[in-house]
């Protein structure tokens, strides 16, 4: 029912603001009409060997022949579906981002998503598991002893330019995080020790939910943020206004 309610677009995710996620969704829609439709095929066939049991029993050689078709129709259909995945998922995730796709850096921490950027140079300064205090101000552990790191933006909600792409490495502090966005049908993993990476295109501005989708203890319900997708000009202004402000910690 919940496939046939999906493929009907009665109960669907919810609007799509990235540029890969407009395949997601075509594949997904055609993977539930396939689905709702087969559900409904199994419950008739099932009705009409209850009904016609008899004359099934009467002729084995061709019940046999429509199982093999039946069969080898699934095998090919699902093959599809799988192929299908398989190379939008290594569109999306064996390639790397373009050169010049904007840099942030996502750390997960019980129970908050900050959000790094480069300042003017373009590099990340250094961090130091030492130096992280959130009361302090460093919630990070920011090195401000290294000049690259001067001008670093830390922030607790992620602010993105309508059009261009970029390029997320999200790490964790502490536990296995799981940073996910529904609007931009991105979903990763955070992992101590690791910095995985992860780049899209988000083509709709607006305010995005990002949630925690790994249960990480038990204040795992109020990890979230949000991700404001606004046009380049107030994406300038916004960082020139932050950049400024790096060694007072975390700014919303």
Known sequence: MSAMLSAARVWWMPPDGALHGIAIDRLM??????LGLLFVAA????????????????????????????LAGLTLMYAWMAISAQRLWATIRYQGAAPGALQVEVTGEQFQWYF????????????RPDLISAP?????????????????IVSSALVLPVGREVDLGIRSIDVIHGFFIPGMRLKQNAVPGMEMH??????????????????????????????????AGEYAAWHASHEPQHTSGAAP
């Open 43 to 70: 419950h008739v066939l099932l009705f009409a060997a209850m009904v016609h049991r008899k004359k099934a029993h009467a002729q084995p050689r061709s019940s046999l022949r429509k199982e093999w078709i039946g």
């Open 29 to 34: 829609w055609w993977n539930l009409v396939a």
């Open 116 to 127: 790094r950027y480069p300042g003017a140079d373009g590099v990340f300064g250094n961090t």
């Open 136 to 152: 302090a101000g460093n919630p990070l552990g920011l090195d401000r002893t290294d000049p690259r790191g001067n001008d670093d």
């Open 198 to 231: 992860i780049h899209f295109t988000p083509i709709v501005a607006g305010d995005y939910s990002i949630l925690c989708s790994q249960v990480c203890g038990l204040g795992h319900a109020r990890m979230q943020a949000h991700l404001r997708v606004v046009p």
